[in-house]
């Protein structure tokens, strides 16, 4: 098989598992509550992490660690999974996922924004024009609608979806000048973020639960949203010509999970969620075309 035909074997695969992963937050949290939900998948997550580090790195993986590396995962930790995760479950418990999802896929625009405070950046006419298309896309999908009544459908959800946007452009602006590889990052701050967790479930929530679909939606979280997904991804920014060619197909996975919203959490999509997923994705690919001239 050439290059490019994994390329995109393992981008399609990526933006399919992508898509589900709306449909198992919401599905999980039917059975377990916001701290369940996210030790179970983080715990996942990090003995999934491991086993990669394992794979790519080799046994002897752990003595590329410095101290340093130690302190700043106890702080990336903090952010993410631990406080990003914790914000979007709980957006997810108040908020439909058909509108939890686009809201948090605003996440580049608010790259946008916090790069000129954080690293002196500057928006331009067309920038603007493309974050005010976007965020107008989340006024028509917050308010289903209506966007002139300024009436949301839940305002602190919508708050907490968007809030869980600039935790997540924080994190990855804040790991720009990182050292480590990517998978041995994210496992030390996976094993920081659910150090922290261990700590608080037990006062805040019941640590064990049954077997049962609850458990299983947060392995299914932990594996595939949190863990192998993001190799997948690597994978085929890897084998991939131009990272246009794969990068592209992200768009089809808000649209793909609109579809497993459907049928799998039984929503049914309002027009104005598609409507404003349409702005929210053009303001996105006009701030790339933006980028890339």
């Not at 919508?158 to 790991?175: C, H, Q």
């Not at 720009?176 to 996976?190: E, G, Q």
């Not at 863990?227 to 794969?246: E, P």
């Given at each position: 098989?050439?290059?490019?035909?994994?390329?995109?074997?393992?981008?399609?695969?990526?933006?399919?598992?992508?898509?589900?992963?709306?449909?198992?937050?919401?599905?999980?949290?039917?059975?377990?509550?916001?701290?369940?939900?996210?030790?179970y998948s983080s715990l996942t997550s990090l003995v999934c992490l491991f086993f990669l580090a394992l794979a790519f790195h080799g046994p002897r993986f752990p003595g590329s660690f410095t101290l340093r590396d130690v302190l700043h995962s106890l702080f990336f930790g903090l952010l993410n999974p631990f406080l990003y995760y914790l914000?979007?479950?709980?957006?997810?418990?108040?908020?439909?996922?058909?509108?939890?999802?686009?809201?948090?896929?605003?996440?580049?625009?608010?790259?946008?924004?916090?790069?000129?405070?954080?690293?002196?950046?500057?928006?331009?006419?067309?920038?603007?024009?493309?974050?005010?298309?976007?965020?107008?896309?989340?006024?028509?999908?917050?308010?289903?609608?209506?966007?002139?009544?300024?009436?949301?459908?839940?305002?602190?959800?919508?708050?907490?979806?968007?809030?869980?946007?600039?935790?997540?452009?924080?994190?990855?602006?804040?790991?720009?000048?990182?050292?480590?590889?990517?998978?041995?990052?994210?496992?030390?701050?996976?094993?920081?973020?659910?150090?922290?967790?261990?700590?608080?479930?037990?006062?805040?929530?019941?640590?064990?639960?049954?077997?049962?679909?609850?458990?299983?939606?947060?392995?299914?979280?932990?594996?595939?949203?949190?863990?192998?997904?993001?190799?997948?991804?690597?994978?085929?920014?890897?084998?991939?010509?131009?990272?246009?060619?794969?990068?592209?197909?992200?768009?089809?996975?808000?649209?793909?999970?609109?579809?497993?919203?459907?049928?799998?959490?039984?929503?049914?999509?309002?027009?104005?969620?598609?409507?404003?997923?349409?702005?929210?994705?053009?303001?996105?690919?006009?701030?790339?075309?933006?980028?890339?001239?």
């Amino acid at each position: 098989m050439r290059d490019q035909q994994k390329a995109y074997l393992y981008g399609v695969l990526t933006v399919l598992i992508w898509s589900t992963v709306a449909s198992a937050f919401k599905i999980s949290l039917r059975y377990l509550d916001v701290l369940q939900l996210l030790f179970y998948s983080s715990l996942t997550s990090l003995v999934c992490l491991f086993f990669l580090a394992l794979a790519f790195h080799g046994p002897r993986f752990p003595g590329s660690f410095t101290l340093r590396d130690v302190l700043h995962s106890l702080f990336f930790g903090l952010l993410n999974p631990f406080l990003y995760y914790l914000v979007l479950f709980k957006a997810y418990d108040l908020l439909p996922a058909q509108e939890a999802q686009p809201l948090n896929y605003t996440w580049g625009i608010t790259i946008t924004i916090l790069a000129v405070p954080l690293l002196g950046q500057k928006i331009t006419g067309k920038r603007f024009a493309a974050i005010s298309l976007s965020y107008l896309g989340v006024l028509v999908i917050s308010t289903r609608g209506a966007p002139w009544e300024l009436e949301f459908s839940d305002p602190l959800g919508v708050f907490l979806a968007l809030f869980s946007t600039l935790i997540w452009a924080f994190y990855w602006i804040a790991n720009t000048r990182d050292r480590l590889p990517p998978i041995l990052r994210l496992l030390l701050n996976f094993l920081a973020g659910t150090i922290y967790l261990s700590f608080l479930l037990p006062f805040a929530s019941t640590p064990f639960i049954p077997f049962g679909p609850g458990l299983a939606g947060a392995v299914y979280v932990g594996l595939f949203e949190m863990g192998i997904t993001f190799v997948f991804w690597l994978q085929a920014l890897k084998y991939s010509k131009t990272t246009a060619q794969v990068s592209n197909l992200i768009y089809l996975s808000p649209f793909l999970s609109l579809v497993f919203i459907h049928y799998l959490v039984g929503e049914k999509i309002l027009s104005s969620t598609l409507v404003g997923l349409v702005l929210i994705l053009s303001g996105l690919i006009m701030q790339n075309r933006v980028k890339s001239t």
